[in-house]
């Protein structure tokens, strides 16, 4: 038998990853991505549209049975539409398509509101249908119960806290209770403790006892001793400092060595016992004012140190001068005539000297001039105002040099030399 062989039918399936593009977009999912794109919620677009969330919700579901009107739908479509930046016509199609709603025209039935009867024809949603509370409404959430908030393993725990607490309480206010309780004993006679509490037991005992010719001044002894007031310990006081003000400033230290007539004066202790404290008073005042004769003068030591030298600033002729500190500040502005003359202040920082007629100007230290600052008719600024650098940037002035500085060193008795060498 021959037999025809049959060609294999098996076909090969073709395996491939899938794109975006491979998967069927319904209405409603572009409309969440556009509005989740917006960032915008159902109630945001209620309060922008002035339309039910509930029908926003139906209208991205594609379920026209949630509206009331149906007359309304084409609207309400075509106006969340153009909030979404959607094409009118192309969305309310296809919500027509995915939806199977279709606009009924003229007076039917299905243009206008729906009756009882559509009410009574429609199933009836449940209350798990609200669209409020489905999960097509994710913006309002399912309130949970009251027992869905109670930890059963908590119940434990707090009872064992509320019994710990009321434990706690009732032992503290029975030992409070306990300790504010006193307990009365009657008893017939006084405690002994008490008794033997009489001070003047003994006393009044020793008046009863005593006989008739007792001296009375022995028994009032015995009452004042009884009566008498316990005497205060008296504190020793020790000096803080008594290493230090017990030493003798004739004997040690700068002071040292003075006279055998003033250590005889320093020490009262050494005074005769007859004498009185006037008269020792008065020995020591005249002891003092009294002239050293014979002794050796009082050793008090001096220290002296030169005075700083002086640095004057002289005018031989008319002269503006300015002196200023560092930070500005003017300290002397004036117009100098011919023998006027400034002392310049010793200042921690130099000041500066500013004039127009620099010839005019020479410094006088240690009763010797220097100078004169610059040029006859030349301005000199910012010029510091300090001995040793004065000193060196000028010479000093020699006799017959300027007769200007001449008359005015006649007029202060000063003569000008040569140069020292």
């Not at 706690?168 to 409070?176: D, M, N, P, Q, Y």
């Not at 009566?227 to 230090?244: G, K």
């Not at 003017?330 to 620099?358: D, K």
């Amino acid at each position: 038998m021959i037999r025809r062989k049959t060609p294999d039918l098996t076909e090969t399936e073709d395996v491939r990853p899938k794109g975006f593009d491979d998967y069927t977009l319904r209405l409603g999912d572009i409309m969440r991505g556009e509005r989740a794109t917006m960032g915008k919620s159902l109630l945001d677009v209620q309060r922008e549209l002035r339309i039910k969330a509930a029908y926003i919700a139906a209208i991205e579901n594609c379920d026209p049975s949630a509206f009331d009107t149906p007359g309304f739908i084409a609207g309400y479509v075509r106006s969340y539409a153009r909030y979404l930046n959607m094409d009118p016509d192309l969305t309310y199609n296809s919500f027509c398509a995915e939806s199977g709603f279709a606009v009924a025209h003229g007076m039917s039935a299905e243009a206008s509101s729906l009756k009882k009867s559509d009410e009574a024809a429609r199933p009836l949603l449940s209350a798990s249908h609200d669209p409020f509370k489905s999960p097509n409404t994710p913006f309002v959430p399912v309130s949970d119960g009251f027992l869905s908030y109670v930890e059963p393993r908590a119940i434990g725990s707090m009872l064992v806290l509320v019994g710990l607490i009321g434990g706690l309480g009732f032992g503290g206010w029975t030992v409070l209770k306990q300790i504010q309780q006193v307990q009365v004993a009657p008893v017939e006679e006084a405690p002994v403790v008490l008794t033997d509490l009489d001070p003047l037991e003994s006393a009044m005992r020793t008046l009863s006892s005593a006989p008739e010719n007792t001296n009375p001044a022995r028994n009032s002894d015995n009452l004042d001793r009884l009566y008498r007031p316990q005497a205060l310990d008296v504190p020793v006081l020790v000096a803080r400092d008594a290493p230090i003000s017990s030493l003798n400033p004739d004997t040690v230290g700068t002071f040292g060595g003075t006279t055998a007539r003033r250590t005889a004066v320093a020490a009262p202790d050494r005074l005769p016992v007859t004498e009185n404290v006037a008269d020792a008073a008065q020995r020591i005042v005249d002891q003092l004012a009294a002239p050293n004769s014979g002794d050796s003068p009082r050793a008090i030591p001096q220290v002296l140190e030169d005075a700083a030298p002086v640095l004057k600033m002289v005018a031989v002729r008319v002269s503006w001068v300015q002196v200023a500190s560092n930070d500005g500040t003017v300290i002397y502005e004036a117009m100098m005539q011919p023998g006027e003359s400034w002392v310049a202040p010793q200042t921690e920082e130099p000041p500066l000297l500013r004039t127009g007629e620099s010839g005019a100007i020479y410094f006088e230290v240690a009763e010797k001039f220097y100078g004169p600052v610059g040029a006859t008719g030349a301005v000199t600024k910012n010029l510091p105002l300090t001995i040793a650098g004065l000193q060196e940037t000028y010479p000093q002035v020699i006799s017959g040099q300027d007769a200007d500085l001449n008359r005015y060193a006649e007029a202060q008795g000063l003569s000008i030399g040569g140069l020292d060498n």
